[in-house]
């Protein structure tokens, strides 16, 4: 803070991007494993998990866990058969094609520890953290300020790979550590909610109204089209009928595939020029 104001810039705390180190529930892995079952069975409990999700996360923890590395680049060529992006029409075949190779590839072996700790760092690896980091840097330099990401704090991620998930989230509640330590502070009403509101339809409203320039950007001489990353005539061909699932939809899929495209657009233009 107080080098910032020797630079006359503004601070702007943030504490969206990485809040989700807060709310992972794979430390219940990690209570199966020490034969915690009693503890296990609150906390399940109280998280509410669907059945068929908590299956599947079982099923891909002892895959990570126990899977030979070969193993794991030939599941992911299996699920790269059916779902991804790499599926979209709207790509190019040479696009999709490297799409497709880079989720197939051989990662980083997963080194020894907690189901908790694991998935507290692989949050922490996204690669949305760092797309939104550099996202809220950049608009917020432009009006003047200093953007923070605090969950992302380096001590405070080793403390929470630290310490015992059934701790992070006591009673299986999320966030529990950070609402004990907000208590008092914050008003109980937000200390307390268990939701961020809905505002989708907001984010909806906002393509619906801006979408003659969304089909002005992504429209022919676009550059992610010259450039060999989207096929124009499908993509044309699309836009309308997103349109209109955009406008009937409660949820943001179609909102957020418009923003994903124009993003991409806007970030080919500001560091390839004009198309």
Known sequence: MRRAKERGARLLLTGHWGDQLLVSWDYLFDLLRRGRWMLFARHYRAWKLPPAMFARSLARELVDSWMPRWGGVI?????????????????????????RARFTA?????????????????????????????????????????????FLDADLVQLLMGIPGEMQARDGTARNLMRKAMRGIAPDAIVDRRDKGIFTNIGNQSVERDFAEVRKLL?????????????GPVLWGLLDGWREENRRSDESVYAWRILDLCGMEVFLRRFFGEA
């Open 75 to 99: 599941a992911r060529r299996i699920r790269a058969s059916r779902d991804g992006p790499w599926q979209a029409s709207w790509f190019t075949p040479r696009f999709r094609e490297l799409l």
């Open 219 to 231: 429209g022919p001489g676009s550059l992610a089209v010259e450039m060999g990353y989207v096929d």
């Open 106 to 150: 051989p990662r980083l072996a997963r080194p020894g520890g907690s189901s908790h700790a694991w998935a507290a760092y692989l949050q922490c690896r996204l690669s949305y953290q760092v797309h939104c980091m550099e996202w809220n840097s950049r608009v917020g330099g432009s009006a003047g300020l200093e953007m923070a990401f605090p």
